[in-house]
């Protein structure tokens, strides 16, 4: 009786055309949902990038108009004390929002910004080590999408980003490879704000990455989701 076992070749054959299936089905959903965004800020208002450089002014006052990064569940922190390596440790947040380190057990962490936690270890440390001087740093961010960009569409890799402190259009597009060979990139839009403060912005892609036209260069802030449609020609 022949064997219906595979063999391995035909395994990984069999693995590598799901995971394209999934991958294909992955860029239809995104680029309906990128479609769909779109549709919707036809029915308003699509404002042009000088308005949203104007909005933003300069990096700096975008950056202090920025939220302080919280920490999330999921978020790997290092969490370093001086002149105390045993006490020093990665750890992951955990889905209840908590984290346990040398000495210190089930503090919550999501929610607070590193320093408030540096400051909340201290003052636990402090029965144990004299003057502890403590400093948290996100390694791996898991942020809400309210600190994230979002980019959509006909990016090679479209993701959400951790927003970081002076983030620029052109840092997420490095970011996510770049357009593909599709992309309309002048006619991408950024979304930025909620409900009735929501404004649509165009950008241009295909000036800034194509044709090295700096001035199309924009600051983003968290929240921010980029859509770039598919060209029809």
């Known amino acids: 009786m022949q064997s219906s076992m595979l063999r391995p070749g035909e395994a990984y054959q069999i693995k590598v055309n799901y995971m394209k299936e999934l991958a294909m089905k992955f860029r239809v959903m995104l680029g309906a949902l990128a479609a769909a965004l779109l549709a919707a800020c036809a029915s308003g208002d699509v404002l042009d990038a000088d308005e949203l450089r104007a909005s933003s002014a300069t990096l700096e006052e975008a950056a202090a108009s920025a939220p302080e990064y919280l920490i999330g569940p999921l978020d790997q922190l290092e969490v370093f004390v001086w002149r105390a390596p045993e006490l020093s440790t990665k750890v992951t947040v955990r889905p209840d929002g908590r984290i346990s380190t040398p000495l210190v057990e089930d503090m919550v962490a999501a929610g607070k910004t590193p320093t408030t936690l540096a400051s909340d270890l201290e003052k636990n440390l402090r029965r144990y080590v004299k003057t502890p001087q403590v400093t948290v740093i996100v390694s791996d961010f898991t942020s809400t999408p309210d600190q994230q960009v979002r980019v959509l569409g006909e990016a090679q890799r479209p993701v959400a980003l951790p927003y970081s402190?002076?983030?620029?259009?052109?840092?997420?597009?490095?970011?996510v490879g770049g357009l593909t060979e599709f992309a309309a990139g002048n006619k991408a839009v950024l979304i930025r704000g909620k409900g009735d403060d929501r404004k649509s912005y165009r950008l241009k892609l295909d000036d800034l990455l194509r044709k090295g036209n700096i001035s199309a260069n924009v600051t983003v802030l968290p929240g921010d989701v980029i859509l770039i449609p598919e060209s029809l020609f």
């Open 165 to 175: 402190s002076g983030l620029t259009v052109l840092d997420v597009m490095v970011a």
